[in-house]
């Protein structure tokens, strides 16, 4: 369960936690400050969930307007698809919409490699440049592979998992 904290911009006012939108709506429309008047605008904080969830606030942009959708994305959406948002909006700059926002829809490539050289080992042996005789495999420079991919991909731990992307 994802918990959320709404902090007041109003400093006569104190916040609260919420773990879900219909709670946050709740409590937000009955909220007063020391003046008795409506407190209106909120600070979103994530506060407790799961790391792949905290990672998806944060490239989420928490505000009032998003709540409803990130909660159904956190109860949603596989690891993956929380993945994929995650790089392609915080890492690569996609924009989205709140509403409509599908991960599918990301032009993203994941690799689950701890580095760019494991990720080059893995692309030489599934054959990405050609069939390389057995002979030849010992003279691979896999270093030089790997500073190629640089160049095109990145390295992002994402929940304690090493991953190798390309928003191409």
């Known amino acids: 369960m994802t918990t959320l904290f709404a902090q007041p911009y109003d400093i006569s006012a104190s916040g609260f936690y919420f773990d879900n939108a219909e709670d946050y709506l709740t409590k937000a429309k009955a909220l007063r400050n020391y003046h008795g008047q409506p ?12 790391a ?3 990672e998806l606030a944060d490239a989420w942009g928490l505000s009032q307007c ?6 159904i994305a ?6 993956y698809q929380k993945r994929c948002f995650i790089i392609a909006v915080g890492e690569c700059g996609y924009d989205y919409d709140p509403e409509t926002v599908d991960p599918e829809n990301f032009d993203v490539i994941i690799y689950h490699c701890d580095s760019l050289k494991e990720l080059a ?4 042996d599934e054959g990405y440049f ?3 005789p057995s002979s030849l495999v010992g003279y691979i420079d896999y270093d030089a592979i790997a500073y190629d991919l640089a160049m095109d991909h990145s390295e992002i731990t994402i929940a ?4 190798i992307y390309a928003c191409p």
């Open 39 to 50: 407190v209106e605008e909120f600070e979103i904080q994530f506060i407790d969930g799961e």
């Open 52 to 54: 792949i969830d905290a």
């Open 66 to 71: 998003s709540l409803k959708s990130f909660f």
């Open 74 to 79: 956190t109860e949603d959406w596989s690891d």
């Open 121 to 124: 080992e893995l692309l030489i």
């Open 130 to 132: 050609g069939d390389i």
């Open 160 to 163: 304690g998992s090493k991953l």
